[in-house]
């Protein structure tokens, strides 16, 4: 596994969000009103300095603040919850934090917190702050926040998160940690990695529990972690091990696994995300700008679903390409399981060979992506200009999946609706040449699929299977397969394999609808063999009409197929197929199977069919 600069990003950002929260959790309180100078909290990773301090409205003297703020034997948890004033100040606040060779200072200004009650943080405020960061992989990284504030911050359940591990066996539950927060922007010089900055943005709801371990140290581990694959993979001469790699992605994923496990994000959204980033560079090449901004970013009940994520007003740009996607998110999709199992196979080796991948399937829920428009430059040949940028556009994509047997949807809805791109005249794609010829310079294409499977009665519906291009033709499908049992869906594959050769084929609809492409293929081939449009249609017509007679035979139901299919070629329209097996168990692998001849499958089925 490669952590990728994303991934390093997407730490960084939650390093600083934990350097508030930690800044918060240090908070002392004073005894009426009263004044400290150059006070130091150290928690091992996280190290907090007050150069002034000012308390209002305390029942503490100044010793009992002090034994809060310094320590007396009692654990941080214990310390804060007696931890009360009316208001707390400092001009500023400086948060070191010490993961492995990552050192992090963070420099809070203009601090205010109100409303402080046993460890509790009413509402709090700082006006601006820096952040500064090194010994990273990829290098300094430096940045500056705008003013943020908060409400209902809970010091307490922060020191038993970050500082205490929960009972062997005991699985803590959801506290809450922080009611809302709201930052009005930042701007981050990430290094080689390029620039990064953000408008305003907010979360409410944050929750978090003891985990098995202290999250402080799971942060530290993959920070460290996620350093060493950073150097690995940039190092170009490597030669490390593929077993030190694969234990040392092990390590990680069990530690992201514990920190998302450990914590529910609650609600929120970014606004005005613009980044200017660097690429890797490839060997012997310079690295590449990528320019990326979005509009806007929501989780949670800040999502359209009211659930889920969302990605909004999307556009990049980079190695000349550029692109939009208008919305891209998800909802009812659920890393719960995904995450049990990976802590449950622990640090030990695995046998891939042994292992059932469908037990790490997450949750599916719905998937939707729209507005989707890309510009693709073309590589010229030798000796020639490049041709124009290649257009590639779709207009939604929606993947619903639910009710997972073993990990696989038993009821899934798939759509895509407009798929457009330019057809490339090529001297190896005569498909090309005779589509260009018909007057299609783009196709635009459309699909449905939607499937569903009952277990009372082992049925298997094809409900939609639609293909369609705009001007051509569409195709629509319907569908029901029988003797569809559970073992389907088996992680023994063998038995999955033999439960699946026991489905039958009970009833299938096929309507073909002609748009524009049947008018278009005539009159193309017309040109080419220099004859009139009626008389292809005339040769095209009896060829249909004697040919599949003589390949289909002389049933009822053959002469009905091919009665059909001749009219609709004489004069395209809609052409429509019914089938339907003639025993109620449906028409199996096996009745296929023994057929003497093709043709004698219509003594098995019931075919309809009309042309209009």
Do not use: C, H
């Not at 606040?93 to 809070?108: D, H």
């Not at 500064?132 to 290098?139: D, I, L, P, Y």
């Not at 009905?560 to 197929?577: C, D, E, I, S």
Request: hydrophobic share 45%; aromatic share 6%.
């Amino acid at each position: 596994m490669t952590i990728s600069p994303g991934r390093r990003l997407a730490s960084f950002r939650s390093l600083s969000t934990t350097a508030l929260l930690l800044v918060l959790l240090a908070a002392p309180a004073s005894a009426a009103d009263l004044q400290l100078d150059n006070l130091k909290l150290d928690l091992g990773k996280f190290v907090l300095s007050i150069p002034k301090l000012e308390v209002k409205d305390t029942s503490l003297d100044r010793e009992s603040f002090l034994a809060i703020f310094q320590g007396s034997g009692e654990s941080a948890a214990v310390r804060l919850a007696k931890l009360n004033a009316g208001e707390i100040t400092a001009p500023t606040l400086v948060m070191e934090q010490n993961f492995g060779p990552q050192k992090q200072v963070t420099t809070y200004r203009n601090v205010r917190f109100s409303e402080i009650r046993e460890g509790r943080i009413g509402r709090g405020e700082s006006s601006d702050g820096a952040i500064k960061v090194e010994g990273g992989a990829t290098g300094p990284i430096s940045g500056e926040i705008k003013r943020t504030s908060f409400e209902a911050l809970d010091l307490m359940q922060i020191a038993r998160v970050f500082g205490e591990a929960a009972k062997p066996g005991e699985t803590a539950a959801m506290q809450p940690v922080l009611g809302r927060i709201e930052q009005d922007g930042f701007v981050f010089d990430l290094g080689e990695q390029g620039r990064m900055s953000a408008g305003k943005a907010s979360m409410r709801g944050f929750k978090a529990r003891i985990a098995a371990e202290p999250l402080g140290e799971v942060m530290s581990r993959i920070v460290v972690l996620s350093n060493e694959s950073e150097k690995a993979a940039r190092d170009l001469n490597s030669k490390e091990d593929p077993a030190v790699t694969t234990a040392r992605d092990r390590k990680l994923l069990l530690a992201m696994a514990e920190l998302f496990d450990a914590v529910d994000y609650g609600s929120g959204e970014q606004r005005d995300i613009i980044m200017a980033l660097k690429t890797p560079p490839k060997p012997g090449a310079k690295a590449e700008a990528v320019d990326l901004r979005i509009a806007r970013v929501a989780f949670g009940e800040d999502a359209p679903e009211k659930s889920g994520f969302v990605i909004e007003g999307l556009q990049f740009e980079g190695g000349g390409a550029k692109g939009a996607i208008a919305s891209l998110g998800y909802s009812g999709f659920s890393f719960a399981g995904v995450l049990r199992e990976i802590k449950a196979l622990g640090d030990a080796a695995v046998d891939l060979k042994a292992l059932d991948f469908r037990r790490f399937i997450p949750k599916l829920g719905t998937v939707r992506m729209s507005g989707v428009q890309m510009s693709v430059p073309q590589e010229g040949k030798r000796g020639q200009p490049a041709g124009a940028p290649i257009q590639v556009g779709l207009g939604s994509f929606e993947l619903k999946a639910g009710e997972q047997v073993n990990g696989i949807p038993t009821d899934m809805a798939l759509t895509l609706d407009k798929i457009t791109f330019p057809i490339v005249d090529s001297a190896d794609n005569p498909a090309a040449k005779d589509l260009l010829a018909m007057g299609y310079r783009t196709l635009d294409l459309s699909a449905k699929l939607a499937l569903a499977w009952q277990e009372a009665s082992k049925e298997f519906a094809i409900r939609t299977l639609s293909l369609g291009g705009a001007g051509m033709a569409r195709l629509d499908a319907t569908g029901m397969l029988g003797n569809i049992g559970k073992d389907v869906f088996s992680g023994d594959l063998a038995l999955a394999q033999v439960a699946l050769l026991g489905a039958t084929a009970k009833t299938v609809e096929v309507k073909l609808q002609n748009l524009g492409l049947a008018e278009k293929l005539l009159e193309n081939e017309a040109k080419k063999s220099k004859r009139k449009v009626e008389d292809v249609r005339r040769e095209y017509g009896m060829m249909a009409s004697l040919g599949l007679a003589a390949i289909l035979g002389p049933s009822d139901g053959a002469k009905t197929l091919a009665n059909a299919v001749a009219r609709f070629v004489a004069k395209p329209g809609t052409l429509t197929v019914k089938a339907n097996a003639r025993t109620p168990a449906g028409l199996g692998l096996a009745d296929v199977i023994t057929l003497g001849e093709p043709t004698e499958i219509f003594d098995k089925i019931d075919v309809q069919a009309s042309a209009e």
